[in-house]
T-cell receptor, first 116, second 116 residues
Framework: DAGVIQSPRHEVTEMGQEVTLRCKPI?????LFWYRQTMMRGLELLIY????????DSGMPEDRFSAKMPNASFSTLKIQPSEPRDSAVYFC??????????????FGPGTRLTVL | AQSVTQLGSHVSVSEGALVLLRCNYS??????LFWYVQYPNQGLQLLLK??????LVKGINGFEAEFKKSETSFHLTKPSAHMSDAAEYFC??????????????FGQGTTLQVKP
């Protein structure tokens, strides 16, 4: 299995530009999670989907952030416009949620975003 | 609601010494608990999980954790530290109030340093 795939692995952009991060979950997994990790704030859950439907987006910092999951094999996290404080490592994770709460989340390698 | 608290943001041990990373949980229902490890520049990966079977759980790389309900703890241990164990470790509890869609609530993480 290829695991969770994220692209790009590194992104450097200028303030005000639009940034799109991409994630391909493990085939057959029905839950997908977007996290952000910084030194100051640690690991934060931004949003998660179950069966392609957003369940909880309360972690999305503001309206500049949006996420979509058009199908079971693809999700995007978009920042528009980007700001320097968005600089972080963004992780995507997926799990096969059988409803018992015992599921392992599998993390991708992350996208390191730098906003200048 | 569920939560976890990791005691100590940094732990330093000598190679060959006992590793003890502390995690306490709060949960209104029987918890499902996880330990994840993050090596530098990588995503998180599962070390072990407790799902209400045996209270002593063995994981990868010689790690184990013991669920103690009376102490609301799930501490991670390894008898003898290796240089390759240097990483950040996260304790997590399954958010069983979210319709069991696989959401995990992570602690703030503990950085383990292993000295030669």
């Amino acid at each position: 299995d290829a695991g969770v795939i994220q692209s790009p692995r590194h992104e450097v952009t200028e303030m005000g530009q639009e940034v799109t991060l991409r994630c391909k979950p493990i085939s057959g997994h029905n839950s997908l999670f977007w996290y952000r990790q910084t030194m100051m704030r640690g690991l934060e859950l931004l949003i998660y989907f179950n069966n392609n439907v957003p369940i909880d987006d309360s972690g999305m910092p503001e309206d500049r952030f949006s996420a979509k999951m058009p199908n079971a094999s693809f999700s995007t996290l978009k920042i528009q416009p980007s700001e320097p404080r968005d600089s972080a490592v963004y992780f995507c994770a997926s799990s096969s949620s059988g409803g018992a709460g015992t599921d392992t989340q599998y993390f991708g390698p992350g996208t390191r975003l730098t906003v200048l | 609601a569920q939560s976890v608290t990791q005691l100590g943001s940094h732990v330093s041990v000598s190679e060959g010494a006992l590793v003890l990373l502390r995690c306490n949980y709060s949960s209104s229902v029987p918890p499902y608990l996880f330990w994840y490890v993050q090596y530098p520049n990588q995503g998180l990966q599962l070390l072990l999980k407790y799902t209400s079977a045996a209270t002593l759980v063995k994981g990868i790389n010689g790690f184990e954790a013991e669920f103690k309900k009376s102490e609301t703890s799930f501490h991670l241990t390894k008898p003898s530290a290796h240089m390759s164990d240097a990483a950040e470790y996260f304790c997590a509890v399954s958010d069983r109030g979210s319709s069991n869609t696989g959401k995990l609530i992570f602690g703030q993480g503990t950085t383990l340093q292993v000295k030669p």
